[in-house]
């Protein structure tokens, strides 16, 4: 599932019928698939957002407490 994610992330005109296939061989369904490619292309299209239009994070973000 992960490097079918990354595979989507990185390289999306590389996709083809064959990956679908591998997720297949481990058990997900057609529904998990929806998901997994979902949540991949929702994650890489609000980075893509984010980084266009210049947001940074925020001070606070990634701040460990005590």
Same mark, same amino acid.
């Given at each position: 599932m992960l490097d079918f994610a990354a595979k989507l992330t990185r390289t999306p005109q590389r996709m083809e019928a064959a990956d679908i296939e591998a997720l297949r061989?481990?058990? $997900?369904?057609?529904l998990a698939i929806h998901d997994i490619v979902v949540v991949a292309s929702y994650y890489? $299209?609000?980075?893509r957002v984010a980084d266009g239009l210049g947001v940074e994070l925020e001070p606070t973000w990634g701040a460990q407490k005590p």
């Open positions: 061989s481990h058990g $997900f369904d057609d890489a $299209f609000v980075n």
